[in-house]
């Protein structure tokens, strides 16, 4: 991010850019007026982000832990709940049967790893899904009609924003009793929806007073044409920002909840459990909390650099 | 007016202030940005006496703010570097001196204000205490005493009732009196040079008269050496003594302020006053320079100017620039055809 | 110049627009209201350039934004080509609205940064789709450009790879793609450098009469409105001072603030140095929210007596005034030009 440059720099780097009435010579124009594309915000994104390092290799990473989660067992014909304790010890090292070796249950590490990628993403992305669209929404609402919605619906969001986070979590999982990946994510998105709320609500507002805004509101442009033409686009940076660090926030916070006893519990499989039932065997096989860790951190990190790339994607200033 | 005389004295006392003040040569400032290598001063050369107006004109993108922020050091390093050049303050050069020696300079001697009072003023203190600061930290004032000189200085300034005024914030100030405010800051410690970057641009004609006037006047009293950055050439012939005309980072005309305006010696100084609606004037078609500025990151070779210069030849489109010619006594022209352009009216 | 007799295609009268200043989120009270256009009455006539000219806070952008409907009036009345806007059908006036069009002073925050150039230009289309069919729109969006004087190869580019003054043509585009017939200039040139300030000065004076259109031509430089209006209403706390056609404002003003006004105004030539009538005012312009009583402008006026405090003055032709001027001793004063 190089937007904070001295206003100098700032004017020279603008005036790099800009363009003569003429194109400057060995710049390729496209021929035609009429044979050009038609350009367009996604397209010239879509078109900007296929040829980005930066995006493909995490997209091909997000995209092999979803093929994973879909269909797992087309990476493994093991089963990850077919466990045999053998010679005395459960926690085998990696070895040509067992990739990843095995878990202190005798389970093969591999096939958990490879199974436990559904439950973390469905419930991560589930979560972030939910909370982008209940949070953006309840934002968007807030801050484009202002007044009398925007003061209900900010002091709902101030109560919600006022539920401690963890203990919200553990007290309605607890009063539900059922605990399977769709219950930990309403949790999730019950109390982390605020955050994108105000998010949401500051940008808009920010964006409803710009003056192109206005212009299009001067030409008749109706409500909806302001706010997903005009409002939207402009305003949903922070938010692609946000909801990416919440993917990965919400994956630990799948851990974090099976640690506390009220998130998914085995006989389920997912890379939560897998690190809460091995961390405290690090010091002798750091492999079994080093590989859910990795896969973790992993898709967390993918997750955070495909946000970064769409959002400089899709302000054409950035490119 | 009588509570400036004791900040006034020590100004007109002063015998040494005659002579150039501040001499700037052959000036270079780079930009190290991602567009690549933007070339924002070219070799600026340029003096001010005390009790001078310099103006240097030019449009934005020109690298007149640039130079001013060179020479108080404030550019912000990175991406700007001063790559060459001297800046003398009274024969010393302040780009060998050491950042504290340039600060002690920076508060005494050399004075800015600039476009936007409001975020030049700390918000959170009171002018009075912004104020009383500059004496405490600098001459070793106590509080009283501090305080005692910020109303005197705005009293100076013309702030109606100074006294109850100096415990106001910033923005309690209209933008015409926080204008003033900055000019009292700038003046607290009695600098031989004021700096005033575009400091009218901001405020209403009404106030821009008002504030234009309380410069030159605190100027003729001090004997201070003004340098006014500017794009209006309305104010610039108010005002200056002397002009130096700025183009892609390099002066292309420096002229006393009547000979610039009687007899525009480089293409660019004629098109820019042919260009200007007159209050005075109606009807005339105005002329227009075609094209736009150069980028700075690719500045023609040659001339600068060449690609929208109505008198440019082949000779104007190859390395090297040309230099400043002189044209007339204390009259330079950098450009290969002056006396054509002198000639056509 | 215009004939007298031209239809008139705007007119305000009695126009009104106060903001209510309140307290508290929720339960709203009202502590005031801010001025900031208080009983307008102008008339544009066709073909002709209308200034309105003004310092801050005057109520010149508020006007335009009543104009082309960003705000509703208080009070008064907004015709347009005779017709009442108020009285008309929500669909009649967004017919109407296609006729008077908009051009922002900020050519850098009046361009959407995530739409191209062809969409900016194509908005009032999609907006108005009635106007021009789908297919033919994207030929009419590069004529539009073609017309502006820019390259209509660049429609597919965004508006930040744009130079201030080409932005502003794109933002000129946009507003003559529905052909209007009035077009509200809201200080167009003012956030432009010198030397393309003409540029877009002639352009809309090619345009003008091209296209036969009329202008309100809103700004603060006094010089750039001398050069392109042919009449021109000095506003001054939300009211109409003066008026008259520019010779009358420039060469004969007799409002005390007219004059001042055009005192302040620095000529780019310095033989004029001490030559002119200066008048420098004291003081600000004081909030619109608590004008003072009588002559708004009597605060900081030279002239001003009790009569001043007490009544205010109307704005009409005076003995010593062959035009409206809204001061009870209106009186005529050179000050743009070198005296004796």
Known sequence: MTDVVSSGAARTSAAGTSLDHTPPSGEVTGGEPGQQPEAGLWGD????????????????????????????FLWTSKDPLACTVSGGLSRNPPSAEHWFGTSILGCDY??????????SLLIALVGAIGVVLIGGVIGMLAGFFGGWTDAILSRVTDIFLGLPFLLGAIVFLTVLKTRNPWTIAAALIILGWTVIARIMRGSVIAAKHLDYVQAAKALGASRSRLMFRHILPNAVAPVVVYATILLGLFVSAEATLTFLGVGLQPPSVSWGIMITQHDGYYHEDPFLLLIPVGFVVGTVLSFILIGDALRDALDPRLR | MTADVTLDVEGVADPSRTGPALEVTDLQVEFRTRAGLAHAVNGVTFHVDAGETLAILGESGCGKSVTAQAVMGILDSPPGFVTGGQIRYRGKDLLKMSEQQRRAVRANQIAMIFQDALSALNPVFTVGFQLAELFRKHRGMSRAEGRKRAVELLDLVRIPAARQRVRDFPHQFSGGMRQRVMIAMALALDPEVLIADEPTTALDVTVQAQIMSLLAELQRERQMGLILITHDMG?????????????????????PVHEVYARPSHPYTKALLESVPRLDQKGRQLSVIQGLPPTLTAIPPGCAFNPRCRYAREECRQPPVPPLYEVADRHASACHFWQEVRQDD | MTEPTAEVVLETRD??????????????????????????????????????????????????????????????????????TAKMSASQIRKARRDIQLVMQDPYTSLNPRMTVADIVGE????????????????????????????????????????????????????????????LCDEPVSALDVSIQAQVINLLEELQDELGLSYLFIAHDLSVVRHIADRVAVMYLGKVVEIGTHEEIYDHPTHPYTQALLSAVPVPDPTLRGQRDEIVLEGDVPSPANPPSGCRFRTRCWKAEEICAEEEPPLVSRQQSAHPSACHFAEERDVIHAVG
């Open chain 3, 15 to 84: 126009l009104v627009k106060h903001f209510p200043l309140t307290r508290g989120v929720v339960f709203k009270r009202r502590v005031g209201a801010v001025q900031a256009v208080d009983h307008v009455n102008l008339q544009l006539h066709r073909g002709e350039t209308l200034g309105v000219v003004g310092e801050s806070g005057c109520g010149k952008s508020t006007l335009a934004r009543l104009l082309v409907g960003l705000e509703q009036p208080t009070s008064g009345s907004i015709l347009l080509h005779g017709r009442d």
């Open chain 3, 124 to 183: 009032p289309f999609a907006i108005h789709p009635e106007v021009l069919p789908a297919k033919r729109r994207r030929a009419r969006v590069q004529e539009l450009i073609e017309l502006v004087g820019l390259n209509p190869d660049h429609i597919n580019r965004y508006p930040h790879q744009f130079s201030g003054g080409q932005r502003q043509r794109i933002g000129i585009a946009r507003a003559l793609a529905l052909n209007p017939k009035i077009i």
């Open chain 1, 45 to 72: 994104a879509r078109r900007q982000l296929i040829r980005k390092p930066m995006f493909v290799i995490p997209t091909i990473f997000v995209l092999i832990m979803t093929s994973l989660a879909v269909v797992p």
């Open chain 2, 235 to 255: 104010v610039v012939a108010d005002v200056a003594d002397r002009i130096s005309v700025m183009y892609a980072g390099r002066m292309v005309e420096q002229a």
């Open chain 1, 110 to 119: 591999y096939a958990q790893a490879i199974y436990g990628a559904r439950n």
